[in-house]
């Protein structure tokens, strides 16, 4: 049998769009196949719409290049783009029926007629032509029994449900017969029901159909459920790209894991090959390779921890049930592990006030290298011990360096004070995700000037709030940048 070569239909390279200097994508590099169903995922502001704006050609990147085909398009405007939008909001034209609204594109198309002329300088131009009547109409017809609407043609579009209408926008989008087929977040604004008839429908459409979807959502389940291939976002970057298995069972790091489902995330320290330290336990786990005492987030999903009685021998940990929910398919559990909460998923029932042994195979100890394990700044002295951090001085040990010496400032996630009030802090900022390690939040604030810091705390600080940033100047480590090394 002959393998069917993939080729790529869409690649972006390093491709960064800012608003106002602030970066919305950040240097994103990817290629989709033809035919395949990719989904971009993250959390809302992450990036997706900007990146699929720029492949329709609605947003110019503010570098890097965009081939379609292995055309650089980077500069062909939208409609010269083999490739149509379906919205999140239909933008369907409300005095319109069915018919015309999916017609109303095609009625200003110009296509290529077959004939030819002349112009003055010599030049051989091919004439346009706009479809007929009866070419429209066949069109149209064609793309409505696609959707299942064929018998809907004269319907006024505000007398359908928001399903069908979305479904109209969906016919409208592929009667141009597009290569490419970009959804940004299509089903937002359809109930929960609606929302799964309509995701089978959109993969029975693409099967058929054959042409490439490239769809947003930050509905993990929803991605997972319909893609070939998963892009997670965050900040404008690009996290993991994978197939939905790959991106479930190993996460490429502490965001992705949390994003997608729920996990229990632990700071760790792989002691050697084979051997993790979290929870204030040692653990047997595969994976190797790692420095020794390197500290490294452990992923363990709530789905791969047993219970087992206390005394069996297979008990690696002792731990004390303190809530059990059933939750449909499964009980949700709280188990207490020392100070360390742990997320079990059970088929069984748990006693809470119980103390049972917890079982977890070596495999589903998911090691990541931490992105980073210190904020670390570079900046520079404003005097001898004065250092700029973010736009703002602050006091600090300077070790004499005069002012302009170009340092690193370094600071650990547990020192970085947040405070509720933003003009309690030196430093303004917006809360963009916590996650919680099992005894503490690891909370993220982007500091106004891009900054993002990594703060431990005890706190759930809320994504989305705005906070201050203090640091006391006894936490704050100075280490000039060499300048001679050219
Ligand atoms: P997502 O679709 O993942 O929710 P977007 O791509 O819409 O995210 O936005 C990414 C970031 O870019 C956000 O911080 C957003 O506020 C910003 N952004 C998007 N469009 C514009 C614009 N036209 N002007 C200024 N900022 C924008
Ligand atoms: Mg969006």
Redesign the pocket.
Known sequence: MVKKRRTKVIELKNVS?S??G?P??DNVSFSINKGEFVT?L????????????MIAGF?KPTSGKIFIDGKDITEIPPHLRPVNTVFQRYALFPHLNVFNNVAFGLKLKKIPSGQYYTDKSGQKFEKLRKYTKEEIKRKVNEVLRLVDLEDYEARDVSSLSGGQQQRVAIARALVNDPEVLLL??PLGALDLKMRKDMQIELMNMHKKLGITFVY?T?DQEEALTMSDTIIV?RH?VIQQIATPKKIYDEPANAFVADFIGESNIFSGIMLDDFKVSCMDHVFECVDKGFKKNQEIDVIIRPEDIYIIPKDNHAAMVIAHIESCVFKGDHYQIIAMVGEYELVIHETNEAIVGEDIGIFIKPFDFHIMPKARIINEIETEMVSDNVVDICGSNFDCNGMGLPEGTKVIASIPFDKVIIFDNEEDGKIGGEVVNTIYKGSYYQCIVRADNYYIFFVDTQDDWLKGDRVGIGINPEDIQIKAIEQNKS
């Open positions: 769009k608003y106002d602030k919305a994508v971009f993250g959390p809302s502001g992450c990036g997706k719409t900007t990146t699929l704006r947003e940004d977040e947003v930050h976002m404008g």
